[in-house]
């Protein structure tokens, strides 16, 4: 039996955790914490779970929780987080964080994007970014798994085979994509409410979005050189979902699409939660909504030579929440898809 904590578990990635575990016999969440809403029952904050999941919330005091489970998520801000991990891993405890405070090998990046001092130095050597496709088994023995955000592993798993192949170059790749509402958290600022969302399509972070250098180290560390990228995320007007668009230079001016097809076939083969669509298809959000796969569909562009990728997951899915499920899985030695195997909502 895995017996589970969860650190700040009444925001959207939160409850996707709740909603996906709730049901598993060989999960217990044996604790939930909220600052909000400390001491009502979870099914109160979340009613789609009375009669689920009813455990009452929590107040975050390590000391007093740490010994009522052996693995932890943590859904907090950065920096906050790192302090309440540090606390944790010290008593002994497996962590899974959802922040950016152990994402980045370097330090000093970390702190140049996010103008902050990282509080916890130390513990970046032994944390394992949380790509299950990449890291699979750093994340087996890791005692801290960094969750990647959403908009990195829509992108990288959608540059990932072309990149490590050799087939375009480590120059000049651009990212467009776009995210559900949901991707910014469950709070009530104007920019985010329904008259400013609602038929409504924006981009934001232009040149300088915070996800860039997170991106821009894995592709390196797959290309074996230093890669800078083009990022612009957008906002959508729908609830959950993602959807990016991944232009690359190709290498070779004579290479096919259904060779690259099959690079891409071949990479994730063995891929549970990659779908490779055929030569023509291409991904929407609908089709991965409420799951933890991500779609990939290519074509190229034989007036530019340049590899054009589709990738789309759901961003409180195979972007936070269930793939977090994936890595614990794999953490606590059992198949890694156990109650992951289901379809998107579609409707």
């Known amino acids: ?25 060989d999960v217990e969440i044996t604790v939930v914490t909220s600052e909000s809403f400390t001491g009502k029952p979870y099914s109160e904050v979340y009613p789609s779970l009375r009669g689920i999941f009813d455990k009452t919330c929590e107040e975050m005091d390590i000391d007093r929780i740490a010994h009522k489970a052996d693995y932890f998520i943590t859904a907090l801000p950065h920096g906050v987080s790192a302090k309440i991990v540090n606390q944790l891993l010290s008593k002994g405890k497996r962590v899974l964080d959802h922040s950016a405070d152990f994402r980045f090998r370097d330090v000093k990046v970390y702190e140049e994007w996010y103008k902050v001092e990282h509080p916890a130095k130390d513990l970046t050597k032994d944390a394992v970014y949380g790509l299950p496709e990449l890291y699979r088994d750093k994340i087996k023995d890791a005692r801290l798994v960094a969750n990647p955000g959403c908009y990195p592993t829509c992108s990288i798993l959608g540059i990932a085979p072309a990149l490590s192949n050799k087939l375009v170059s480590a120059k000049g790749i651009i990212i467009n994509a776009a995210s559900g509402v949901s991707g910014a958290g469950r709070k009530s600022d104007l920019s985010y409410s329904f008259c400013e969302t609602a038929e409504n399509f924006k981009a934001y972070g232009v040149s300088s979005h915070r996800h860039t250098p997170e991106i821009e180290q894995e592709l390196s560390q797959l290309s074996g050189e230093e890669v800078v990228i083009s990022f612009t995320p957008h906002l959508a007007p729908m609830k959950r979902g993602m959807l990016a668009t991944i232009y690359m230079d190709l290498n070779d001016t004579g290479l096919q699409l259904e060779e690259i097809h099959a690079v891409y076939r071949e990479f994730y083969k063995n891929e549970p939660f990659v779908r490779i669509l055929p030569v023509g298809k291409f991904p929407e959000t609908k089709f991965v909504a409420g799951s933890n796969f991500v779609d990939i569909g290519i074509s190229v562009d034989k007036r530019l030579n340049r590899l054009i990728v589709v990738s789309a997951l759901d961003n409180l899915g195979k972007g936070s929440a269930s793939q977090a499920i994936q890595a614990l899985n794999i953490m606590a030695g059992i198949d890694e898809t156990e109650g992951l195997i289901r379809p998107g909502l579609y409707i």
């Not at 904590?5 to 939160?14: A, L, P, W």
């Open 1 to 25: 039996m895995i017996k589970l904590g969860i650190i700040g578990s009444t925001g959207y990635v939160g409850a996707e955790i709740v909603r996906i575990l709730a049901a598993r016999k």
